[in-house]
């Protein structure tokens, strides 16, 4: 017990890991900002499986990158856009969407295995495309996840109120002359930038932690359309600094420490929402009956 | 006099081979309610969308005071049917309203006092103060589709189109929201066209009724269309109009949906 509990936390020399850290923690807060944003379209196009899909197909980008030495970043954005890209076009309906990303979600995990499977260097990097490589990020990469994490960020501030709108009312977006099928790909698109930086920190597994729960949990506590986006990302912010910082001294992966913290951010969102919920039920039946 | 909201001149429209309705002349005026009646697949809704501009005309034209339609013109307003909101999405009344006003731009749109004051000017117009800031997904029926009369009214129309927008509303709120629109178009002066399988809920409103079955139509007030010998004629099939506690009834009406399926013929009794 006392040996499970040294490897899940050690926080001696907790200094010295911070500062070579660094690069971790800031990566985090990049996905944190951009999966908590995004996130929030996500949920109100029902996306959740789609983001799943992407990451997988993204995982076999990332994973032939590797093999052929073009690149771990390079590999996983190309793998990303080209599932994004076909969801999108092929999935304009929410039924046959999930069945395109049923059908490409195991093919890309397929190739994902076999590319590793080819790959002669160390078994340590094969896992952390699936589970996260948190601690392997250097300058470069650092600075690559920054720029897409920017052009996401301000992709999707620019498209924000009339993707909102087909989001929530596409027949009266079409009507008011809002070009709704382009702003569902330039979406997705996006989509495929924010779920490649994913993989890059969470891995693929992992992505929906960061890419769906803290929005979901943000909606359970608010439906401001500024509030939630905000709640979104100060959730996935907390999940991804807070796993990394817990992780410091410990031997296992980062992961499982970011996924349990924003599935019990979730718990508790949902939990004050339930309760709120029922006091307002009391509240309601104690004016009815007077 | 006045030029019309709305002109229809020997408009044809042929969607997927087939022709919906072929020589449509109408005329809307401002302030005039305009019931839109026909069976399902008679071509209600693409009316409603080849005005939106985002069907094109097969043959003959349209204009909206007087300038070709086009998609996205701010002078029309849409009010679709009611359906169940979802509750993945952050949006509370006055949102849904904001949208109206300011959706189709880009940006984020950031709030501001005159944004604020259009947007509660909208709710008051509407009835909808009370219920600004619940989320949308916990809102009633009705009183979705009053936040919709709020949204479509954003742009200051000139003419408002309606798609079933009482479909799924229980009685009262069908009333409700239609004296609603009633006394919007009053007040403003528009032309509405109201596309409805029902024409009760809306029958003390409506000036004029379009009838369309049959790539055919009659124009009229309800008492020259909503005729037996006239609807029998337009569907050349015997069809029964009755007249009770003053509520119109159409019978045997057949459902163009199955218009070559000749066993469908009469169809069983519907509410016109």
């Given at each position: 017990?006392?040996?499970?509990?040294?490897?899940?936390?050690?926080?001696?020399?907790?200094?010295?890991?911070?500062?070579?850290?660094?690069?971790?923690?800031l990566?985090?807060?990049?996905?944190?900002?951009?999966?908590?944003?995004?996130?929030?379209?996500?949920?109100?196009?029902?996306?959740a499986?789609?983001?799943?899909?992407?990451?997988?197909l993204?995982?076999?980008?990332?994973?032939?990158?590797?093999?052929?030495?073009?690149?771990?970043?390079?590999?996983?954005?190309?793998?990303?856009?080209?599932?994004?890209?076909?969801?999108?076009?092929?999935?304009?309906?929410a039924?046959?969407r999930?069945?395109?990303?049923a059908?490409?979600m195991?093919?890309?995990?397929g190739l994902?295995?076999?590319?590793?499977?080819l790959?002669p260097?160390?078994?340590?990097?094969?896992?952390g495309?699936?589970?996260?490589?948190?601690?392997?990020?250097?300058?470069?990469?650092?600075?690559?996840?920054?720029?897409?994490?920017?052009?996401v960020?301000?992709g999707?501030?620019?498209?924000?109120r009339p993707?909102t709108f087909?989001?929530?009312?596409?027949?009266?977006?079409?009507?008011r002359?809002?070009?709704?099928?382009?702003?569902?790909?330039?979406?997705?698109?996006?989509?495929?930038?924010?779920?490649?930086v994913?993989?890059?920190?969470?891995?693929?597994?992992?992505v929906?932690?960061?890419?769906?729960?803290?929005?979901?949990?943000?909606?359970?506590?608010?439906?401001?359309?500024?509030?939630?986006?905000?709640?979104s990302?100060?959730f996935?912010?907390?999940s991804?600094?807070?796993?990394?910082?817990?992780?410091?001294g410990?031997s296992?992966?980062?992961?499982?420490?970011?996924?349990?913290?924003s599935?019990?951010?979730?718990?508790?969102?949902?939990?004050?929402?339930?309760?709120?919920?029922?006091?307002?039920?009391?509240?309601?039946?104690r004016?009815?009956?007077? | 006099?006045t030029?019309?909201?709305?002109?229809?001149?020997?408009?044809?429209?042929?969607?997927?081979?087939?022709?919906?309705?072929?020589?449509?002349?109408?005329?809307?005026?401002?302030?005039?309610?305009?019931a839109?009646?026909?069976?399902?697949?008679?071509?209600k809704?693409?009316?409603?969308?080849?005005?939106?501009?985002?069907?094109?005309l097969?043959?003959?034209e349209?204009?909206?005071?007087g300038?070709?339609?086009?998609?996205?013109?701010?002078r029309?307003?849409y009010?679709?049917?009611?359906?169940r909101?979802?509750?993945?999405?952050?949006?509370?009344?006055?949102?849904?309203?904001?949208?109206g006003?300011?959706?189709h731009r880009?940006?984020?749109?950031?709030?501001?006092?005159a944004?604020?004051?259009?947007?509660?000017a909208?709710?008051?117009?509407?009835?909808?103060?009370?219920?600004a800031?619940?989320?949308v997904?916990?809102?009633?029926?009705?009183?979705?589709?009053?936040?919709?009369?709020?949204?479509?009214?954003?742009?200051?129309?000139r003419?408002?189109l309606?798609d079933?927008?009482?479909?799924?509303?229980?009685?009262?709120?069908?009333?409700?929201v239609?004296?609603?629109?009633?006394?919007?178009?009053?007040?403003?002066?528009?032309?509405v066209?109201?596309?409805?399988h029902?024409i009760?809920?809306?029958?003390?409103?409506?000036?004029?009724v379009?009838?369309l079955a049959?790539?055919?139509?009659?124009?009229?007030?309800?008492?020259e269309?909503?005729?037996s010998?006239?609807?029998?004629?337009?569907y050349?099939?015997?069809?029964?109009v009755i007249?009770?506690?003053?509520?119109?009834?159409?019978?045997?009406?057949?459902?163009?949906?199955?218009?070559?399926?000749?066993?469908?013929?009469h169809?069983?009794?519907s509410?016109?």
């Amino acid at each position: 017990m006392d040996d499970w509990w040294s490897q899940l936390f050690d926080f001696s020399d907790y200094g010295a890991l911070i500062v070579l850290l660094r690069n971790s923690i800031l990566a985090g807060a990049v996905l944190g900002v951009v999966g908590g944003l995004i996130g929030v379209f996500v949920m109100s196009r029902d996306l959740a499986f789609a983001v799943h899909g992407i990451s997988e197909l993204s995982f076999a980008g990332a994973a032939a990158g590797l093999l052929l030495g073009a690149g771990v970043v390079e590999g996983s954005i190309v793998g990303s856009l080209v599932a994004a890209v076909l969801i999108g076009l092929l999935g304009t309906r929410a039924r046959d969407r999930n069945s395109i990303t049923a059908v490409l979600m195991p093919f890309g995990l397929g190739l994902g295995i076999l590319c590793l499977a080819l790959y002669p260097g160390r078994a340590a990097n094969r896992f952390g495309l699936l589970t996260g490589q948190i601690v392997a990020v250097d300058d470069p990469r650092l600075g690559a996840l920054a720029v897409i994490g920017v052009m996401v960020v301000a992709g999707l501030l620019i498209i924000w109120r009339p993707l909102t709108f087909a989001s929530v009312d596409a027949e009266v977006a079409i009507a008011r002359g809002v070009p709704v099928r382009a702003l569902s790909l330039v979406f997705m698109l996006l989509l495929g930038l924010a779920v490649a930086v994913g993989v890059q920190v969470v891995g693929a597994l992992l992505v929906l932690a960061v890419l769906v729960t803290p929005a979901a949990a943000a909606l359970r506590v608010s439906s401001s359309p500024f509030w939630v986006p905000v709640l979104s990302m100060v959730f996935a912010t907390v999940s991804l600094v807070g796993g990394i910082l817990l992780a410091l001294g410990a031997s296992v992966p980062i992961s499982p420490y970011v996924t349990t913290i924003s599935f019990l951010i979730y718990l508790v969102c949902r939990v004050s929402s339930a309760r709120r919920a029922g006091r307002e039920r009391r509240r309601g039946a104690r004016m009815g009956a007077a | 006099m006045t030029t019309p909201v709305l002109t229809l001149r020997d408009a044809e429209l042929t969607l997927g081979g087939r022709t919906l309705w072929t020589g449509l002349d109408l005329d809307v005026a401002p302030g005039e309610f305009l019931a839109v009646l026909g069976a399902n697949g008679s071509g209600k809704t693409s009316l409603l969308k080849a005005i939106l501009g985002q069907h094109r005309l097969s043959a003959g034209e349209a204009r909206l005071l007087g300038e070709p339609v086009r998609h996205g013109d701010r002078r029309i307003g849409y009010i679709p049917q009611q359906r169940r909101a979802d509750d993945r999405v952050a949006l509370r009344g006055r949102d849904l309203i904001a949208l109206g006003i300011d959706g189709h731009r880009l940006g984020p749109g950031l709030p501001t006092a005159a944004r604020r004051r259009r947007v509660d000017a909208l709710l008051a117009e509407v009835g909808a103060s009370h219920y600004a800031r619940v989320p949308v997904a916990a809102l009633s029926g009705g009183e979705q589709q009053r936040l919709r009369v709020g949204q479509s009214l954003a742009g200051d129309p000139r003419l408002l189109l309606c798609d079933e927008p009482l479909a799924s509303l229980d009685l009262r709120a069908q009333r409700a929201v239609s004296e609603l629109i009633d006394a919007r178009r009053r007040a403003r002066g528009l032309g509405v066209l109201f596309v409805t399988h029902d024409i009760n809920p809306v029958l003390a409103h409506v000036d004029r009724v379009l009838y369309l079955a049959g790539g055919r139509f009659r124009v009229g007030t309800p008492d020259e269309v909503l005729r037996s010998a006239v609807l029998s004629e337009l569907y050349s099939s015997p069809v029964d109009v009755i007249r009770a506690n003053g509520r119109i009834i159409i019978v045997g009406a057949p459902d163009e949906s199955h218009a070559h399926d000749h066993a469908h013929a009469h169809g069983p009794q519907s509410e016109a």
